[in-house]
């Protein structure tokens, strides 16, 4: 089952709408702030999360008057999860198996970075979770992967480690091929960064480790 998580952070509206049209998603879940960018798209989530420090108080309001099942997830400010972390689990009790994150790269670093490692969080709640803006599309790879040219979000495919060490990391079908190659955290980055498929089709294995993997485009 797909779930979509529009947080408070940086939305692109337009971009939000062709995804949309494009994919089918079997549960929303609105972020605190978010819920002014479902209001605009005009949809209605199955599920509202936050301590609202930054939605709208007539937004929240107009969607509290609203007809049919909404799950209302309210917390305080003062907590020890983030927002989004707090949507993925609302996520994971409505039977999500992947999540799309939109509005989790933009503004604040800190944001950004502790958005990033929630994926780890999708993956222990048994969920397969992927941040989305204009420009990237973010996701964990545990083992190998194919990736093929018609289906990749932009030119670039690049490869981080998430874990201190990822080894035996064997690249095919791109133009910076590897071989069992050993990376570790802020050593060699450039081995694995803005690397591209050189035909239709190219493939990653690795012995063991996490890696992000950012699909990007100019």
């Not at 609105?30 to 989530?45: F, N, R």
């Not at 490869?159 to 570790?184: A, D, H, R, S």
């Amino acid at each position: 089952m797909d779930g979509l998580i529009l947080t408070g952070g940086s939305l692109d509206l337009a971009f939000a709408d062709s995804l949309l049209e494009k994919y089918r998603f079997d549960k929303m879940v609105a972020v605190d702030g978010g819920l002014k960018a479902v209001k605009e798209l005009g949809l209605k989530p199955d599920a509202i999360v936050g301590d609202f420090d930054t939605a709208s108080p007539e937004i929240v309001d107009e969607y509290k008057r609203m007809a049919g099942p909404v799950t209302w997830d309210i917390h305080k400010p003062e907590k020890d999860e983030t927002d989004t972390e707090l949507a993925l689990a609302v996520a994971a009790r409505l039977g999500c198996t992947r999540v799309l994150i939109l509005g989790a790269t933009g503004g604040r670093l800190d944001h950004l970075l502790a958005n990033i490692h929630l994926l780890y969080y999708c993956q222990e709640m048994g969920m397969e979770g992927r941040i989305a803006d204009p420009q990237n599309y973010l996701y964990l790879l545990m083992g190998k992967k194919e990736f093929y040219k018609s289906d990749v979000w932009g030119r670039y495919i690049s490869f981080i480690p998430f874990t201190e060490q990822v080894t035996g990391i064997t690249l095919k079908g791109f133009k910076y091929p590897l071989n069992k190659k050993n990376i570790k955290i802020g050593r060699e980055s450039g081995l694995c960064v803005s690397n591209e498929l050189t035909g239709e089709r190219g493939s990653i294995e690795f012995d063991s480790g996490i890696l992000i993997c950012v699909e990007s485009k100019d």
